[in-house]
């Protein structure tokens, strides 16, 4: 088993590295569009290949189709050997097969960095791939498979027949063993879930390799765990097991940095710097740790609205289930001493010691309200970490230009009825296109905005634009689906369906795959901690209804595809291990045609052909209530 753990790095990069030198090696990064990644590949950007000056190509993958093209592309075209460097793209992709069918020999070299579990069993046993986990993930694995491989188990299965035909002797003891490993693999495949965060991973390559002192590795980290954590894709304890080691890097990187005092007040500190004879732009930066309020995007918008669109205050105040919401905010508010002046204020403009009495008071008031995270300090601006996540997520999600052409069109006339089925057809293709250029587009802003150069905090700007659109429509869509009933509760799941009917320009927004499953984490948690209240007014197709610690399953029209994009949640409570992964595989692979594509490293999204979506339903209904 080729698994890379902490204590193991150096000597892997170092190989690497080494490789570089020879000319027939070629290094390419393979990216995933999610923050997670970016921020990995910024880490080992600036800890391999710009110390280094090794020289890389950056292509980005969207799914698994996608990895194959470009595996495919670079077989064609290579002079020599190639290391691939794959972030959260790879681990449960079987590369085996993908090699094979990129017609790649075993000289080439995979490095995989990925959060995504379970990591396919081929990955693990092939010599040339190498997996970057933590220990915790090896353990688990060699604790399943302790003797055998995937290899080895075909192989020995195969072996078994001819044997029994040629001798005519089972081996019991060996069909029994074979008979475990293939039910201790249907095990490890049946669930989905998250691992350490791949930018956590790079960055202990970073500690390890060399004892880096820019804070803005360590920026990068904190942005891909607090991305899993608001994603929902590890829960509170592993979010704050990580949290910690990240806290006491920062503790010993601020101290080795600690800014000099201006010697004279009016003096500007560039100035003061370049009599220093340092005016480096990492010199500048310093990683905070802060306690935050669970309110989105707090740092660029007032104190009120954040909270009416923060999830944690929805469902702990109840404040969609009945129009006194905003009175119930109103009241809490004046009860920690913020007016009603300062509450439609700005944050930037608000005094220190407003925002001292409001921190203090509603930590007093709701206690969870407050959570220790990281903010990045740079030339008198300060950068929060979830702001920078939903940032980042709103640029890789944004609207192609044609978006507001779209949005304007009237539903009851698709596409336009005067014209004909090829014009139809041919506007439909324009569509297509523009939406599959647009991902790549949308993946190099938001890998420059994440740089948080100078010359870069234009597309910042305009994420954080976007990512507060991106809020007030999930919003909007909450507060429709909760008063509307929208939510039909199953035995072991519930449902949401967004109607087509809904404003185009809000289905622009959220029919994406991060940002509508944020908005189901949002639907599961209000709907989960707002009490029996609510529930009762909510379609309910089973007696449990008032037990509704269920997963559930958001279906949101893309006008852009003319599919339903479809994806499932798990309730906080839970593990967050998902079993939709392999459902929505198995209701698919029921229906001839296939309804369904999986276009991303998440299985738990998939996009279903619109004329064939009550069938897809009725499947994974079927498939869902004959599971165990």
């Known amino acids: 088993m080729v698994f890379k753990v902490e204590g193991e790095f150096k000597e892997s990069i170092d190989f690497i590295k080494s490789l570089h030198h020879r000319e027939e090696w070629r290094i390419t990064a393979l990216v995933a ?20 000056m090794i020289p890389f190509k950056l292509v980005p993958v ?48 995979f ?63 060996k069909r029994r063993t074979n008979k475990q490993v293939k039910q201790a693999e249907e095990q490890y495949y049946s669930c989905n879930y998250w691992a350490k965060s791949t930018s956590c991973i790079t960055f202990g390559i970073a500690r390890e390799y060399y004892e880096h002192k820019s ?99 929805a469902s702990a105040m109840d404040l969609y289930s009945t129009d006194q919401g905003k009175t119930k905010l109103d009241t809490l508010l004046s009860k920690v001493g913020v007016t009603a002046l300062e509450r439609y204020k700005q944050y930037v403009h608000l005094d220190g010691i407003v925002l001292s009495k409001f921190m203090n008071g509603v930590k007093t008031t709701y206690e969870d309200a407050i959570i220790r995270t990281f903010s990045f300090s740079l030339e008198y601006s300060s950068y929060g970490a979830s702001d920078a996540v939903l940032a980042v997520n709103a640029l890789l999600e944004r609207p192609p230009p044609f978006g507001e052409i ?30 599959a250029s647009c991902w790549k587009e949308n993946f190099y802003l938001a890998c420059n905005a994440l740089s948080f150069k100078p010359n870069q905090m234009k597309a910042y700007k305009e994420g954080i634009e976007l990512a507060l659109d991106q809020q007030q429509c999930l919003v909007r869509l909450c507060e429709t689906v909760l008063h509307n ?36 984490v949002f639907l599961l948690d209000v709907f989960n901690r707002q009490g029996g209240a609510q529930r009762r007014r909510v379609n309910s197709n089973n007696k449990s209804s008032r037990n509704a610690t269920r997963p559930l399953v958001v279906e949101c029209f893309d006008h852009r595809r003319a599919e339903w994009l479809v994806v499932a949640a798990q309730p906080p409570t839970s593990s967050l291990k998902s079993e939709f992964g392999v459902w929505f595989e198995s209701a698919a692979a029921g229906i001839k045609p296939s309804p369904c594509r999986f ?29 165990a």
């Open 406 to 435: 779209m949005a304007n069109r009237n539903h009851d006339t698709t596409l336009q009825e005067s014209q004909n089925d090829q014009q139809q057809q041919q506007l439909q293709d324009e569509i297509a296109g523009l939406t």
């Open 215 to 313: 804070p803005h590795v360590l920026w990068w980290a904190a942005i891909g765990l607090t991305e899993q954590y608001l994603l929902q894709k590890i829960n509170f304890h592993s979010y704050n097991n990580f949290r910690a080691e990240l806290e006491g890097v920062a503790t010993r990187l601020n101290q080795q940095h600690q800014q000099p005092r201006p010697a004279a007040e009016q003096q500007s500190s560039l100035a003061l710097l370049a009599e220093a004879g340092d005016t480096s732009y990492e010199r500048r930066g310093c990683v905070l740790i802060t306690e935050d309020c669970r309110a989105p995007l707090l740092r660029h918008w007032c104190l009120f609205e954040s909270m009416w669109h923060s999830q944690f205050f």
């Open 33 to 52: 569009p999610d923050c997670d990644a970016l921020c990995s590949l910024h880490i080992i950007k600036a800890s391999l290949f710009d110390k280094f």
């Open 485 to 520: 009933s929208y939510i039909t509760i199953y035995t072991k799941y519930m449902r949401c369906r967004i109607p087509k009917e809904t404003d185009k320009k809000d289905l622009m927004l959220i029919a994406n795959p991060v940002v509508l499953k944020r908005m189901a």
């Open 111 to 173: 490095c995989v960095f990925d959060s995504a579990r379970p990591i396919h069993l081929n990955n693990v046993n092939a010599e040339n791939i190498w997996v970057f986990v933590d220990g915790t993930t090896k353990r688990k694995v060699e604790e399943k498979f302790p003797q055998t491989t995937t290899e080895d188990t075909s192989s020995d299965l195969a072996a078994d027949d001819d044997d029994d035909e040629l001798r005519n002797e089972p081996s019991r003891k």
């Open 599 to 627: 276009d991303g490293f998440d299985r738990t999204v998939v996009y279903v052909v619109e004329n064939l979506m009550e069938r897809f339903v009725e499947s994974l209904h079927e498939v869902v209530d004959f599971s």
């Open 62 to 109: 969207n799914g698994e189709t996608s990895l194959e093209n470009a595996l495919e592309n670079a077989a064609r075209t290579a002079e020599g050997n190639n290391v691939f460097m794959l972030f959260n793209c790879g681990g449960s992709v079987d590369l085996v097969d993908v090699m094979e069918y990129a017609k790649f020999d075993d000289s080439n070299l």
